[in-house]
């Protein structure tokens, strides 16, 4: 799979932000890429966008490019953004910042949601993404009420549990347990 990293996020006066991202070759075990690099479509969506549509699509095939996301409606900078909206491109997406999606998990759709969560996961285990920050995403689901995204819950949290299980750190499972 393609990883879309975004590595540097800055907002211009008028509220336009524009996205540094970083294509690589996503492994799942954590091993470095290879620097190959696909032509992806690069599909955005924001609080603007229609639950489960897109702003367009933009054919990237650099190591490197930016994105350029409009001021919102209402004035000032997007509140998020969300990268492979609608989950139609295999790819994995990285974010420099993760709070803004975790506050607006409610506002996409069921395919953003579970794409998003998955993205974490897969990420968190290949050491590309702090457990903390998994968590913390996850604690955004907590009125989650559509049958596939907690399909993804669930694969997240068996699989979460697996791993403290096996640590050894019967304290730390015990509050897992109890998260979960």
């Known amino acids: ?105 409610g506002d996409l759709g069921p395919e953003d949601r579970a794409g998003l969560l998955i993205d974490a996961y897969a990420l968190a285990k290949a050491g590309h993404m702090g457990p903390g920050q998994l968590l913390e995403l996850l604690a955004g689901y907590r009125d989650e009420d559509h049958a596939t995204v907690w399909e993804a819950i669930e694969m997240v949290l068996g699989g979460l549990d697996k791993l403290i299980l096996a640590s050894g750190d019967a304290g730390l499972h015990a509050s897992f347990s109890s998260f979960a």
């Open 1 to 105: 799979f393609p990883l879309l990293k975004v590595v540097k996020r800055s907002v211009s006066e008028n509220g336009t932000t524009t996205l540094t991202i970083k294509q690589s070759w996503f492994l799942a075990d954590g091993s470095p890429p290879d620097g190959r690099t696909w032509t992806v479509p690069v599909c955005v969506s924001t609080p603007d966008t229609p639950k489960g549509g897109h702003d367009g699509v933009k054919l990237e095939s650099a190591q490197e490019f930016t994105v350029v996301v409009p001021p919102a409606k209402g004035g000032g900078p997007a509140k998020w953004i969300k990268l492979n909206a609608g989950q139609h491109v295999p790819l994995r997406v990285a974010y420099d910042e993760y709070g803004p999606l975790c506050s607006a998990v």
